[in-house]
Nanobody, 124 residues
């Protein structure tokens, strides 16, 4: 059974930083592309970042490029999202997700495996 467990969400002031973690089990982690998405109340789930199986290739949403950094540790079955210069509009539930191939990496429907999410709240 595949499990993705996010952690690291918190309440933070604007301009602050957080690092989210997602630990995977039940899958061959190095064989999966990992992504981070977020969903704010009343909005659709939104792509944030993705990391290739080796970690050598990354992709970001325009809204977070330069502020967020995705990375992974295949030995620990863990993917991270470092979030800097946080803004109130970054407030959302953040989800990690796993998929076997890089194609359509920004499309949430292509990810078969999802975590339960972690809440990030940025106060102004």
């Amino acid at each position: 059974q595949v499990q993705l467990v996010e952690s690291g969400g918190a309440l933070v002031q604007a301009g602050g930083s957080l690092r989210l973690s997602c630990v995977a089990s039940g899958l061959a982690f190095p064989n999966f592309v990992m992504g981070w998405f977020r969903q704010a109340p009343g909005k659709e789930r939104e792509f944030m970042a993705a990391n290739s199986k080796s970690g050598s290739t990354t992709g970001y949403a325009d809204s977070v490029e330069g502020r967020f950094t995705i990375s992974r540790n295949n030995a620990k079955n863990t993917v991270y999202l470092q979030m800097n210069s946080l803004k109130p509009e970054d407030t959302a539930v953040y989800y990690c997700a796993a998929k076997p191939t890089w194609g359509a990496v920004r499309d949430a429907v292509t990810y078969p495996h999802w975590g339960q999410g972690t809440q990030v709240t940025v106060s102004s």
